[in-house]
Protein backbone atom coordinates (compact mmCIF):
# COMPACT_ATOMS: atom_id res chain seq x y z
CA UNK A 1 0.00 0.00 0.00
CA UNK A 2 1.35 3.63 -0.61
CA UNK A 3 1.91 5.52 2.44
CA UNK A 4 -0.60 8.38 2.34
CA UNK A 5 1.43 12.17 1.57
CA UNK A 6 -0.02 13.18 4.43
CA UNK A 7 -1.46 13.06 8.20
CA UNK A 8 -3.22 15.79 9.30
CA UNK A 9 -5.47 14.46 12.29
CA UNK A 10 -7.94 15.88 14.92
CA UNK A 11 -8.58 13.87 17.85
CA UNK A 12 -12.07 14.87 19.90
CA UNK A 13 -13.29 13.19 22.59
CA UNK A 14 -14.78 14.47 26.16
CA UNK A 15 -12.41 15.27 28.70
CA UNK A 16 -11.86 11.59 30.51
CA UNK A 17 -11.82 9.61 26.67
CA UNK A 18 -7.85 9.10 26.55
CA UNK A 19 -7.96 11.18 23.50
CA UNK A 20 -4.39 13.02 25.01
CA UNK A 21 -2.61 9.07 25.23
CA UNK A 22 -4.04 7.77 21.91
CA UNK A 23 -3.39 11.04 20.15
CA UNK A 24 0.43 10.25 21.06
CA UNK A 25 0.53 6.55 19.87
CA UNK A 26 -1.20 7.58 16.68
CA UNK A 27 0.77 10.46 16.04
CA UNK A 28 4.39 8.51 16.87
CA UNK A 29 3.34 6.00 14.41
CA UNK A 30 2.77 8.01 11.62
CA UNK A 31 6.04 10.51 12.56
CA UNK A 32 4.32 13.49 13.18
CA UNK A 33 3.98 15.76 16.07
CA UNK A 34 1.18 15.60 18.13
CA UNK A 35 -0.29 18.89 19.29
CA UNK A 36 -2.18 19.43 22.68
CA UNK A 37 -2.86 22.79 23.41
CA UNK A 38 -4.29 21.69 27.26
CA UNK A 39 -0.69 20.58 27.44
CA UNK A 40 1.01 23.55 26.10
CA UNK A 41 -0.95 25.77 28.41
CA UNK A 42 0.37 23.77 31.53
CA UNK A 43 3.85 23.97 30.56
CA UNK A 44 3.18 27.52 30.46
CA UNK A 45 1.75 27.76 33.60
CA UNK A 46 4.30 25.70 35.05
CA UNK A 47 7.22 27.86 33.65
CA UNK A 48 5.39 30.82 34.51
CA UNK A 49 5.45 32.63 31.52
CA UNK A 50 3.73 35.81 30.22
CA UNK A 51 1.22 33.37 28.29
CA UNK A 52 0.91 31.02 31.47
CA UNK A 53 0.17 34.21 33.96
CA UNK A 54 -2.62 35.41 31.37
CA UNK A 55 -4.51 31.81 31.12
CA UNK A 56 -3.65 30.26 34.65
CA UNK A 57 -6.93 31.19 36.39
CA UNK A 58 -9.31 30.84 33.08
CA UNK A 59 -7.63 26.94 32.76
CA UNK A 60 -8.23 26.31 36.60
CA UNK A 61 -11.98 27.59 36.28
CA UNK A 62 -12.47 25.49 33.26
CA UNK A 63 -13.34 27.85 30.94
CA UNK A 64 -11.90 28.12 27.38
CA UNK A 65 -9.30 30.16 26.89
CA UNK A 66 -10.31 33.05 24.18
CA UNK A 67 -9.90 32.01 20.43
CA UNK A 68 -7.98 34.59 19.09
CA UNK A 69 -5.00 33.93 21.07
CA UNK A 70 -5.84 30.23 21.01
CA UNK A 71 -5.60 30.05 17.33
CA UNK A 72 -2.90 31.96 17.54
CA UNK A 73 -0.58 29.69 19.05
CA UNK A 74 -1.79 26.42 17.42
CA UNK A 75 -0.80 28.60 13.87
CA UNK A 76 2.79 29.40 15.44
CA UNK A 77 3.14 25.69 15.88
CA UNK A 78 2.03 24.15 12.54
CA UNK A 79 4.04 26.60 10.55
CA UNK A 80 6.93 24.66 12.52
CA UNK A 81 9.07 22.39 9.95
CA UNK A 82 8.27 19.47 12.01
CA UNK A 83 5.08 20.21 11.10
CA UNK A 84 4.76 20.47 7.39
CA UNK A 85 3.69 16.78 6.24
CA UNK A 86 1.40 16.56 9.10
CA UNK A 87 0.09 16.78 12.40
CA UNK A 88 -2.05 15.27 15.65
CA UNK A 89 -3.88 17.67 17.08
CA UNK A 90 -5.56 17.45 20.46
CA UNK A 91 -7.95 19.87 22.04
CA UNK A 92 -8.31 22.24 19.50
CA UNK A 93 -10.24 23.15 17.68
CA UNK A 94 -12.72 23.58 20.37
CA UNK A 95 -15.85 25.52 19.10
CA UNK A 96 -17.10 26.97 15.97
CA UNK A 97 -14.77 29.71 16.11
CA UNK A 98 -11.89 27.77 16.02
CA UNK A 99 -12.69 25.28 13.33
CA UNK A 100 -13.00 28.69 10.85
CA UNK A 101 -9.67 29.95 12.41
CA UNK A 102 -7.85 26.33 11.57
CA UNK A 103 -9.65 26.37 8.26
CA UNK A 104 -8.42 29.83 7.62
CA UNK A 105 -5.03 28.43 8.21
CA UNK A 106 -4.94 25.29 6.53
CA UNK A 107 -6.47 26.96 3.45
CA UNK A 108 -3.92 29.45 3.16
CA UNK A 109 -1.43 26.52 2.75
CA UNK A 110 -3.33 24.89 0.52
CA UNK A 111 -3.58 22.27 3.13
CA UNK A 112 -6.82 20.08 4.57
CA UNK A 113 -7.40 17.12 7.61
CA UNK A 114 -6.99 13.83 6.65
CA UNK A 115 -9.26 12.64 9.49
CA UNK A 116 -11.12 13.68 12.95
CA UNK A 117 -10.81 11.00 14.85
CA UNK A 118 -13.35 10.86 17.27
CA UNK A 119 -13.36 8.83 20.70
CA UNK A 120 -16.77 8.10 22.08
CA UNK A 121 -17.39 7.40 25.52
CA UNK A 122 -19.80 7.58 27.44
CA UNK A 123 -20.63 10.58 30.34
CA UNK A 124 -20.41 8.32 33.36
CA UNK A 125 -17.93 6.61 32.17
CA UNK A 126 -15.45 10.03 31.77
CA UNK A 127 -16.59 10.91 34.89
CA UNK A 128 -15.29 7.94 36.65
CA UNK A 129 -12.11 8.19 34.24
CA UNK A 130 -11.38 12.02 35.45
CA UNK A 131 -12.03 11.49 38.96
CA UNK A 132 -9.14 8.64 39.00
CA UNK A 133 -7.14 10.90 37.08
CA UNK A 134 -7.68 13.68 39.55
CA UNK A 135 -6.07 11.68 42.25
CA UNK A 136 -3.14 10.67 40.41
CA UNK A 137 -2.01 13.39 38.83
CA UNK A 138 -3.27 16.24 41.06
CA UNK A 139 -4.15 18.59 37.84
CA UNK A 140 -5.68 22.01 39.48
CA UNK A 141 -8.56 22.06 37.00
CA UNK A 142 -9.57 18.13 37.98
CA UNK A 143 -11.54 19.32 40.87
CA UNK A 144 -15.64 18.35 41.12
CA UNK A 145 -16.92 21.62 40.00
CA UNK A 146 -14.40 22.41 37.40
CA UNK A 147 -14.77 18.94 35.91
CA UNK A 148 -18.42 19.36 35.40
CA UNK A 149 -18.00 22.75 33.47
CA UNK A 150 -15.67 21.28 31.55
CA UNK A 151 -17.75 18.19 30.74
CA UNK A 152 -21.07 20.74 29.92
CA UNK A 153 -18.45 23.30 27.66
CA UNK A 154 -17.58 20.03 25.53
CA UNK A 155 -21.13 18.98 25.25
CA UNK A 156 -22.68 22.66 24.49
CA UNK A 157 -19.47 23.79 22.06
CA UNK A 158 -16.99 21.19 21.13
CA UNK A 159 -19.38 18.18 20.33
CA UNK A 160 -21.46 20.20 17.48
CA UNK A 161 -18.24 20.78 15.72
CA UNK A 162 -18.01 16.91 15.35
CA UNK A 163 -21.89 17.70 12.79
CA UNK A 164 -19.58 20.20 10.92
CA UNK A 165 -17.12 17.85 9.72
CA UNK A 166 -19.30 15.19 9.79
CA UNK A 167 -20.39 16.65 6.94
CA UNK A 168 -17.40 16.75 4.83
CA UNK A 169 -16.60 13.14 5.74
CA UNK A 170 -14.20 13.35 7.98
CA UNK A 171 -15.54 11.71 10.89
CA UNK A 172 -14.30 8.27 11.96
CA UNK A 173 -16.25 7.10 15.24
CA UNK A 174 -13.92 5.14 17.74
CA UNK A 175 -15.53 3.14 20.41
CA UNK A 176 -13.58 4.60 23.26
CA UNK A 177 -14.54 1.96 25.95
CA UNK A 178 -11.97 -0.56 26.53
CA UNK A 179 -8.47 -1.82 27.30
CA UNK A 180 -6.05 1.07 25.70
CA UNK A 181 -4.09 -1.34 23.31
CA UNK A 182 -8.09 -2.36 22.34
CA UNK A 183 -8.93 1.47 21.74
CA UNK A 184 -5.41 1.59 19.96
CA UNK A 185 -6.66 -0.82 17.58
CA UNK A 186 -9.66 0.70 16.66
CA UNK A 187 -8.32 3.59 15.53
CA UNK A 188 -5.44 2.38 13.39
CA UNK A 189 -8.12 -0.30 11.82
CA UNK A 190 -10.07 2.93 11.07
CA UNK A 191 -8.07 5.10 9.57
CA UNK A 192 -6.46 1.91 7.39
CA UNK A 193 -10.04 1.92 5.66
CA UNK A 194 -9.16 4.95 4.55
CA UNK A 195 -6.21 4.35 3.15
CA UNK A 196 -4.42 6.23 6.25
CA UNK A 197 -1.54 3.42 7.57
CA UNK A 198 1.52 4.84 9.02
CA UNK A 199 4.94 4.68 7.29
CA UNK A 200 6.95 1.39 8.06
CA UNK A 201 9.69 1.32 10.66
CA UNK A 202 12.88 0.92 9.54
P1 LIG B 1 -9.54 18.42 28.89
O1 LIG B 1 -9.83 17.90 27.51
O2 LIG B 1 -9.44 17.33 29.91
O3 LIG B 1 -10.43 19.55 29.33
P2 LIG B 1 -7.17 19.85 27.95
O4 LIG B 1 -5.80 19.52 28.39
O5 LIG B 1 -7.51 19.61 26.52
O6 LIG B 1 -8.09 19.01 28.93
O7 LIG B 1 -7.52 21.38 28.28
C1 LIG B 1 -7.37 21.92 29.56
C2 LIG B 1 -7.84 23.37 29.57
O8 LIG B 1 -7.02 24.17 28.70
C3 LIG B 1 -9.27 23.61 29.06
O9 LIG B 1 -10.24 23.41 30.08
C4 LIG B 1 -9.19 25.07 28.61
O10 LIG B 1 -9.24 25.96 29.70
C5 LIG B 1 -7.79 25.15 28.02
N1 LIG B 1 -7.80 24.84 26.59
C6 LIG B 1 -7.22 23.75 25.98
N2 LIG B 1 -7.42 23.75 24.67
C7 LIG B 1 -8.17 24.86 24.40
C8 LIG B 1 -8.74 25.42 23.23
N3 LIG B 1 -8.60 24.84 22.03
N4 LIG B 1 -9.42 26.58 23.35
C9 LIG B 1 -9.58 27.19 24.51
N5 LIG B 1 -9.10 26.72 25.68
C10 LIG B 1 -8.40 25.56 25.62
Keep these: MTQPRSARFLIVGPQGSGKGTQGV??????????????????????????????????????????????????????????????????????NRGQVADLDAFLGDRGESLDAVIELVVPRAESIERISKRAIEQGRTDDTEEVIANRLAIYERETAPILAV??????????????GLDEVTSRIFAALAERGLVPPVAV
Excluded at 46 to 75: F, K, M, N
Excluded at 165 to 178: H, N, W
Design 165 to 178: YRESGLVTEIDGVG
Design 25 to 94: LIAEAFGVPAVSTGDIFRANIAGETELGLQVQAIIESGELVPDALTSELVRDRLSQDDAAKGFLLDGYPR
